[in-house]
């Protein structure tokens, strides 16, 4: 299960402008994407690990619109199989169904 407080205060720092994200773990450094600048920081979250990234203005889905409108949209996905989890807006989570392995 995962820590929805943690996904927030992730994410929060990173729209504070934070350098390093901390969490009770430990702490993460915040990083670009290389194509469109997108901040990103990759830690882990119990016994997953995660990569939150910024939400792409640039794409035609309802939380790009959001970005675009000004709130802060933030992605969050497993970093071992890609697959998102959870997003967070304006430090809200809305947590995306989990796919069972097959």
Known sequence: ???TQL???????????????TM????ARVTTTSKQGLRKVEFS????????IEQNPHTASRWARL???GHQVMQFRDAR?????AVVVDGKVTLYPRQKAS
């Open 67 to 69: 970005a675009r409108e």
């Open 45 to 52: 979250a119990g016994d997953e690990r995660l990569v939150g």
């Open 1 to 3: 299960m995962l820590d």
């Open 7 to 21: 996904l927030v205060d992730v994410a929060r720092q990173v729209f504070e402008g934070q350098k390093t994200v």
């Open 81 to 85: 199989t890609g697959a998102y989890v």
């Open 24 to 27: 009770p773990s430990g702490t």
